[in-house]
């Protein structure tokens, strides 16, 4: 699972627990400039990801942690349980998507959506 907090310009990401190993990261901080998005992802779940795993773990059903390249480009997994993943659509970053478990998915996203709107940022 990840460790959501939202800052006055930032989206600060920790990962939490045994997913560091996994996922090897710890923390992933975007400014809110470079989120072009976020959105509920209810059905998706650990194994779901469409492309090549570059960097972390893949245990369909169990789990989804780590680095993958899609066609959208490289994605940011940690997700265990479905039903509970969100999905961050960035611009100008690594990372085009971060796709994670958070304990409370739609507060996630409206929280983020707040902040981005706070900062005169239209979330798409």
Do not use: C
């Not at 920790?14 to 990261?25: F, N, P, R, Y």
């Amino acid at each position: 699972m990840t460790d959501l907090k939202v800052t006055d310009d930032a989206l600060e990401f920790t990962v939490e627990g045994m997913d560091k190993l996994w996922a090897l990261h710890s923390h992933l901080s975007i400014p809110l400039r470079d989120v072009a998005g976020v959105r509920s992802e209810p059905e998706l779940g650990p194994g779901l990801a469409q492309g090549l795993k570059l960097a972390g773990s893949l245990i369909p059903g169990v789990l989804q942690a780590g680095t993958f390249l899609g066609h959208q480009g490289m994605v940011f997994w940690d997700v265990h349980r479905p039903g509970h993943a969100i999905v961050v659509d960035l611009q100008h970053e690594h990372y085009k998507q971060l796709v994670v478990d958070v304990p409370d998915p739609e507060q996630a996203v409206a929280e983020i959506q707040a902040a981005l709107r706070a900062r005169g940022t239209s979330p798409s």
